[in-house]
DNA sequence: GCAGGTTAGTTGCACAAGCAACTAATCGTT
DNA sequence: AACGATTAGTTGCTTGTGCAACTAACCTGC
């Protein structure tokens, strides 16, 4: 366990963050793909999925089938493009920003367990790193 | 993007890391939880596998499954624990000893790669507050 | 030493995710 | 203006994953 401990790590979180929100967002039916989808478009809306897609970096199927099962649960809606017409442009509805809150809370509640023993620089710390090292992986992947 | 960062970030760092893991090993014919597998393995041989399921924090059917294909594929073998019979300690084939310096290798190579950036202090930051950020994941859910 | 609870591992089932192949629209070059 | 190349989004297919229910072994207390 010395050797690949950023990716093993990464996982680990990713596994418990997974069924944190699984857990807490099962009364809404919403999974954790979808979270993900919303908790992107609370911060910007009014983009096209590919946007989503780079921001969560997963492939475009999944995002577009995610997008599709919150559509249809009614937490947004699609318009096409006018500007480019393969594009549709995503919004959310009522119901989304009825959840918002609670949404957003839950998150930072989950964040403020797993640094519950951070200092406040420490947690800065820790995000900006793996903000980097997230781009360190990405320009490897984007160059070849 | 400003709330759920730390399990966005590794969500994304993990992503990353499996599409390498996967582009990497595939003429292995390895997949992302068998390298995982055979990581916690190189590392501490000999084991049930309830502590391979501890260490990656996967669902244990999900381990079993991952182990059935690397016996399949020659690359560990499994013996009934005497001491307790419900156990089943897994031990590495000499095909899997063969490959270890490849694998441990590319994964350090996939570190590098992500922290290329960084000082080697930035480095071991990163990796202490992943590893309390997960941590702190582990003791919020075994508390309940 | 037996009953009740716990633990290791397996299997059935449902589902989400990635890849590849496709359509349709746009961009760029000549 | 028209060709080829690229891009956004969708769909088919396969596979890995988690949950739940199960079996078998073990452990505890009476």
Redesign the interface.
């Known amino acids: 366990?010395?050797?690949?401990?950023?990716?093993?790590?990464?996982?680990?979180?990713?596994?418990?963050?997974?069924?944190?929100?699984d857990k807490r967002f099962n009364h809404f039916g919403l999974g954790n793909t979808e979270v993900?989808v919303l908790?992107?478009l609370y911060?910007?809306e009014n983009v096209p999925q590919e946007y989503i897609t780079r921001?969560?970096?997963?492939d475009k199927a999944t995002i577009t089938r995610a997008i599709k099962r919150l559509e249809e649960k009614g937490y947004l809606y699609r318009k096409e493009s006018v500007s480019d017409r393969r594009e549709k442009i995503v919004f959310l509805s009522e119901a989304a920003w009825k959840i918002e809150k609670e949404i957003?809370e839950a998150?930072?509640e989950?964040?403020d367990?797993?640094?519950?023993?951070?200092t406040e620089e420490?947690k800065h710390?820790?995000?900006r790193?793996?903000?980097?090292?997230?781009e360190?992986?990405?320009a490897?992947?984007e160059s070849g």
């Open positions: 366990m010395t050797v690949y401990s950023v990716g093993k790590w990464a996982a680990v979180i990713q596994r418990y963050t997974h069924q944190y929100i993900l908790l992107t911060d910007q921001q969560i970096v997963m957003s998150m930072r989950w964040r367990i797993m640094t519950k023993e951070f420490e710390t820790l995000l790193l793996m903000e980097r090292a997230a360190g992986a990405r490897e992947v």
